[in-house]
């Protein structure tokens, strides 16, 4: 029938095949187009949205557990919603993000959350709420304190940005894992609080060295690729991936019921704590993240041999969050080459250390401009690095674990706290 049809028509397979292509293109164009505008929006958006840089002084007397801060990001930062066509791609509407910042600057240590303004008194009020005797206030961008790296400028720098080693279900080690230290009411004395290695080394840092430590989260809605073909969310995809490492030790009987296979499931030790970790993680709130380090020294004050050191001990601050059998953080997108011949001219680098230095002032995670927005072949990323921003999604509990204010087993020399009575009472109180 075909071939009648061709010779009717005297046309030949490479005709056909270039008109099927013709009357096909228009599906990826408007794919593309599609895209392209969704992304040109979202940038005119986000260009209107104005934020601002919160400072947390931390009381002396934190007695609290880092639960208090799920309830703050619960409550604060998760921000629930789903956006239609018009929002999405009309108006180009994201997901509010909110940036959790600990910095050393010359061996001073910082707290800042970085939110929308809109969000500012939502933030200010949960934050009291779980420490009354914190203070907040409003600060200059300490990103902006450092110029843009040059290749021979008076500033070096290194970065690099964090991720999970393994699936998104499986959670670090968090504070819940060091026993019931963490507790409150337990004495300060005797907790292991997992954030005070990172405070101490913080604090320890000389003059002229600088440590931006930064995790940018929103809620979460990253989807996973399902066996059925279809893209599902955190939830779905969890229980997925325990259906299939249950799968070898699952064994089907009869139950006694027509049509109806009772399942027993026998479990080895080894696996029990994975089943578990899995399964507790999956009954708590969930952000999208993103976690980015940045090391500066002021060539004034540093060498380059000190300069070096700061930035091989930089990489090690997360190990106490690492459960080598369940999940860790893993380091990507360092701001290096590992061979001389991954960049002889020495340009990449410069390049991606300035990318790396603009993204963290600009707090830029989930929407990356769109060359930075795909990870190219290996063959053009050599002369075009694009690094794309590798987020992953992480647990209130996990997130409280990263970002909590340290108690008063803490007693960094330089870690500057604020006394607990910050304010005298009103003077027309009745005597």
């Known amino acids: 029938m075909i071939q009648e049809f061709l010779s009717s028509h005297n046309i030949n397979l490479l005709q056909l095949l270039i008109v099927s292509i013709g009357y096909l293109m228009p599906i990826p164009l408007t794919y593309i187009a599609l895209n392209l505008w969704h992304h040109y929006r979202q940038e005119r958006f986000i260009m209107g949205i104005k934020w601002v840089l919160l400072e947390i002084q931390v009381p002396r007397d934190v007695i609290k557990s880092p639960a208090a801060m799920e309830l703050i990001f619960t409550n604060a930062l998760f921000h629930q919603s789903k956006k239609g066509f018009w929002e999405q791609y009309i108006q180009g509407a994201p997901w509010f993000w909110f940036s959790l910042e600990i910095v050393s600057i010359d061996g001073r240590v910082h707290f800042f959350i970085r939110t929308p303004t809109r969000m500012r008194n939502l933030v200010e009020t949960q934050i009291y709420g779980q420490y009354p005797q914190a203070k907040v206030v409003e600060v200059d961008d300490y990103a902006f304190h450092v110029p843009q790296y040059k290749k021979d400028g008076e500033w070096n ?8 080693l393994k699936e998104d279900f499986l959670p670090i080690k968090t504070y819940k894992g060091f026993g019931d230290d963490m507790k409150t009411g337990v004495k300060e004395e005797y907790k292991i609080d997992p954030i005070t290695p990172v405070i101490e080394y913080l604090g320890s840092l000389p003059k002229g060295q600088q440590v931006w430590i930064q995790i940018i ?17 955190f939830m779905d995809a969890a229980v997925e991936y325990l259906e299939k490492i249950l799968l070898p030790y699952t064994k089907l009987q009869d139950s006694g019921t027509p049509d109806v296979l009772a399942r027993q499931v026998f479990l080895p030790e080894y696996i029990k704590p994975v089943v578990t970790a899995v399964t507790e993680n999956m ?64 340009l990449a680098l410069v390049k991606i250390k300035k990318r790396m230095l603009d993204f963290y002032r600009m ?27 590798k987020p992953f999604v992480i647990s209130t509990e996990e997130l409280a674990t990263l970002f909590h204010f340290p108690g008063m087993v803490s007693e960094t020399p330089s870690f500057k706290r604020i006394e607990s009575k910050i304010a005298k009472p009103p003077s027309n109180l009745p005597i």
């Open 157 to 164: 720098m290194w970065g690099c940005e964090f991720n999970k």
């Open 217 to 233: 989260v929103r809620q979460s809605i990253k989807t996973y690729h399902s066996h059925t073909g279809k893209h599902v969310e």
């Open 283 to 346: 009954a708590k709130v969930h952000f999208d993240c993103g976690i980015r380090l940045v090391a500066l020294s002021d060539n004034k004050h540093c060498t380059e041999d000190q300069f070096q050191n700061l930035r091989r001990e930089v990489r090690l601050l997360f190990r106490q969050y690492a459960q080598p059998s369940i999940n860790e953080l893993n380091r990507v997108n360092s701001t290096q080459f590992d061979a001389p011949w991954s960049d002889p001219t020495g």
């Open 363 to 389: 707090r830029t995670f989930f929407h990356p401009p769109l060359q930075y927005a795909m990870d190219y072949p290996k063959v053009l990323s050599a002369l075009f690095p694009s690094n794309k921003p």
